[in-house]
């Protein structure tokens, strides 16, 4: 992969990176010369992702974080910020799915979705701002959305609700922010080959009496450029939203999607 440096001297905290588009976001974030700091929920990092650490034993750590929990995002910002010093960005990528039809949906789901996709991502979002702000580090936020979060769907109806929620999130802390010089913008991929999908699958064969796989093949046909998205092909916008390049763009949410969206 060619680096053109556009993270170098930057401190990066990316979330639910374990695995998926967060741990290919950190490998193309350390590839373009960034401190990371990454967070999952496991107490010990993934496989791919200590493998990742033993190519970056210098400029990449593991913090295992609960993002429901303030003290355990508070300890995460603390022990990055005592290995790399300041967060310049924020990547706020943990999130967790789960779909039933609309009458069957119960508050337990309910409960877990919004912990996890909002209020996880909003207070965590909250003390790296607060850190920002107090230290004058003109930093940029990168939020996880979805096109979920664009239209609801029969099936999805709390998780679309999440996303719906991170892109106005985005844009409230984007102009409370901007005057601070600091940048919050969000991703809304389409739809991506990870573990999530696997489990997104599963779902949609129960409820829609399909074979396992099918809906997957389904979706990526679906896509007006005919296949689902890479990890690796959400990186370039995470990239761009964090760098220089992208320093007169705040409270957008980007697509990401193969053309599923056109806003
Ligand atoms: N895969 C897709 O098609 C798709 C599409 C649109 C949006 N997204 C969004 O992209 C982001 C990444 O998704 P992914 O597909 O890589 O999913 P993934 O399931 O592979 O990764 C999500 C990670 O979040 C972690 N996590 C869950 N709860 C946590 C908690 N309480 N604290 C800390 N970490 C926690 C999980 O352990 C996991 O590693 C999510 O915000 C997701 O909603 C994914």
């Given at each position: 992969?060619?680096s053109?440096?556009?993270?170098?001297?930057?401190?990066?905290?990316?979330?639910?990176?374990g695995?998926g588009?967060?741990?290919?976001?950190?490998?193309?974030?350390?590839?373009?010369?960034?401190?990371?700091?990454?967070?999952?929920?496991?107490?010990?990092?993934?496989?791919?992702?200590?493998?990742l650490?033993?190519?970056?034993?210098?400029?990449?750590?593991?913090?295992?974080?609960?993002?429901?929990?303030?003290?355990?995002?508070?300890?995460?910002?603390?022990?990055?910020s005592?290995?790399?010093?300041?967060?310049?960005?924020?990547?706020?990528?943990?999130?967790?799915?789960?779909?039933?039809?609309?009458?069957?949906?119960d508050?337990?789901?309910?409960?877990?979705?919004?912990?996890?996709?909002?209020?996880?991502?909003?207070?965590?979002m909250?003390?790296?701002l607060?850190?920002?702000?107090?230290?004058?580090?003109?930093g940029?936020?990168?939020?996880?959305?979805?096109?979920?979060?664009?239209?609801?769907?029969?099936?999805?109806?709390?998780?679309?609700?999440?996303?719906?929620?991170?892109?106005?999130y985005t844009?409230?802390?984007?102009?409370?922010?901007?005057?601070?010089?600091?940048?919050?913008?969000?991703?809304?991929?389409?739809?991506?080959?990870?573990?999530?999908?696997?489990?997104?699958?599963?779902?949609?064969?129960r409820?829609?009496?399909?074979?396992?796989?099918?809906?997957?093949?389904?979706?990526?046909?679906?896509?007006?450029?005919?296949?689902?998205?890479?990890?690796?092909?959400?990186?370039?916008?995470?990239?761009?939203?964090?760098?220089?390049?992208?320093?007169y763009?705040?409270?957008?949410?980007?697509?990401?999607?193969?053309?599923?969206?056109?806003?």
């Amino acid at each position: 992969m060619t680096s053109l440096a556009r993270l170098q001297d930057k401190h990066a905290i990316l979330t639910g990176a374990g695995g998926g588009i967060g741990l290919a976001v950190a490998a193309a974030y350390l590839n373009e010369g960034a401190r990371c700091t990454v967070a999952d929920i496991s107490a010990a990092p993934s496989a791919e992702l200590a493998a990742l650490m033993a190519r970056y034993p210098q400029t990449l750590i593991y913090v295992a974080t609960d993002i429901t929990k303030s003290s355990s995002v508070e300890q995460l910002i603390a022990r990055a910020s005592q290995t790399f010093g300041p967060v310049h960005v924020l990547f706020n990528n943990a999130a967790v799915f789960d779909m039933a039809p609309l009458l069957e949906s119960d508050e337990a789901m309910y409960d877990r979705l919004f912990d996890v996709n909002v209020k996880g991502m909003f207070f965590t979002m909250q003390k790296v701002l607060a850190q920002m702000a107090g230290l004058g580090t003109r930093g940029a936020v990168i939020n996880m959305a979805s096109q979920a979060g664009r239209r609801g769907e029969a099936l999805v109806s709390h998780y679309c609700a999440t996303k719906a929620a991170v892109i106005s999130y985005t844009q409230s802390a984007a102009l409370a922010m901007a005057p601070a010089g600091i940048r919050v913008n969000a991703i809304a991929p389409g739809v991506v080959d990870t573990p999530m999908w696997g489990h997104v699958d599963a779902l949609f064969a129960r409820y829609e009496g399909l074979q396992a796989g099918e809906k997957k093949i389904a979706v990526g046909h679906a896509v007006p450029l005919g296949r689902m998205g890479h990890p690796d092909e959400i990186a370039g916008a995470a990239i761009f939203l964090a760098s220089a390049e992208s320093a007169y763009i705040t409270a957008q949410t980007l697509n990401v999607d193969g053309g599923n969206v056109m806003s």
